[in-house]
């Protein structure tokens, strides 16, 4: 859970960024 958490926060900053 904590894995899938991060994966996707590390995507929405990610399209965040962009």
Same mark, same amino acid.
């Given at each position: *859970?904590? &894995?899938? +958490? &991060?994966?996707?926060?590390?995507?929405? +900053?990610? *399209? +965040?960024? &962009?």
């Amino acid at each position: *859970l904590t &894995s899938d +958490l &991060s994966a996707i926060e590390n995507i929405i +900053l990610g *399209l +965040l960024r &962009s």
